[in-house]
């Protein structure tokens, strides 16, 4: 398998792993845990499990050049604190469905912002690829055809969250290029977690895991699959691919997202929704054509 294909398989693990979070959230929040403290409990185990594979493994992994840390820094401060803020904003002044439409703007920012930075060329395959995840996860997420209107507020926050995962996006893909791509991950779960504390209502937490332990037990297993899964297959997959690439790959999460509803809660599902997994399922085959058309113009 070539380093395309590997690294698409990776992205589309991590969207899948994302994907299923609703499952470990449905049950936490039911049993009493906030917003922020269920991303605070997952960024919490996810730090421990890596610093002990590290620990276990490879201890040089812990090293990283100090000109670096500044950026991973920044990823973990967005990823922990700034993304969920914005998300969990829209998603609570809006619709849920809204703010995964507008989180899944990131790949515009992504392919912008790649354009930008690392002179990533917008091919015609890229562009119309684009278009269909777009179009995609407004028919997944039923958005087209309710004539809901969100709040103005909820409209910004909902975009700067597809920013924000954009710039996550942007800024692990430029670290990893210069870092194992372990230590990467390692670094930013341990600095989300640390800028997640001052907002992890740490007595009530404590009280509520006390009363029931196994809030512990399913934080873990969420961890182990949304966090440290996630972010390796992650991080290993944008070192293999580009940064645009990676973003369309990754739009798996509202398709595997909306098929945990469908499957385990029972969701409604419709012709506009099998249409649009459909279609953001061709614009990964057709990333994948751009790909193998590539490989061919090589030989």
């Known amino acids: 398998m070539d380093n395309n294909r590997k690294g698409a398989l990776l992205i589309i693990l991590a969207g899948t792993c994302w994907g299923v979070i609703s499952i470990f959230i449905n049950y936490l929040s039911a049993a009493g845990l906030g917003e922020m403290q269920i ?16 620990f ?28 969920n803020f914005l998300y969990f904003y829209t998603i609570i002044n809006s619709r849920a469905s809204i703010a995964v439409v507008l989180l899944y703007t990131s790949p515009v920012f992504v392919i912008i912002l790649a354009r930008l930075f690392f002179k990533e060329k917008i091919t ?6 684009l278009v269909m995840t777009v179009v995609g996860c407004l028919f997944v997420t039923g958005v087209i055809g309710e004539g809901y209107t969100p709040p103005p507020v909820a409209i910004l926050t909902g975009v700067l969250t597809g920013l924000s995962y954009a710039l996550n996006n942007i800024m692990t893909s430029a670290a990893v290029k210069k870092n194992d791509p372990q230590t990467v991950t390692m670094y930013t779960l341990l600095f989300s977690f640390l800028f997640l504390i001052p907002f992890s209502g740490w007595s009530s937490l404590t009280s509520l ?7 512990l037990a399913v934080a873990f297993l969420m961890c182990l699959v949304t966090a440290v899964l996630a972010q390796y297959f992650f991080s290993v ?20 997202g909306s098929l945990v509803g469908i499957l385990i ?20 085959l057709l990333i994948g054509k751009s790909d193998a058309d590539k490989g061919e113009d090589a030989k």
Not at 67 to 80: E, Y
Not at 265 to 284: C, L
């Open 124 to 129: 015609g395959y890229k562009a119309i690829a």
């Open 265 to 284: 809660f029972h969701e409604e599902s419709n012709f506009m929704k099998i249409a649009g997994i459909i279609m953001v399922i061709a614009a990964i």
């Open 56 to 83: 276990i493994s490879d201890r040089s992994r812990f090293r990283i050049p100090l000109k670096d840390l500044w950026l991973i820094m920044l990823v973990g401060l967005i990823n922990g604190v700034v993304f």
């Open 39 to 54: 991303s605070f409990l997952r960024q919490l185990f996810a730090a421990l499990v890596f610093c002990t594979v590290i």
């Open 209 to 215: 895991c006390r009363a029931n332990p196994m809030i």
């Open 237 to 256: 997959g944008l070192k293999l691919i580009e940064s645009g690439k990676a973003a369309i790959y990754g739009a798996t999460e509202p398709i595997v």
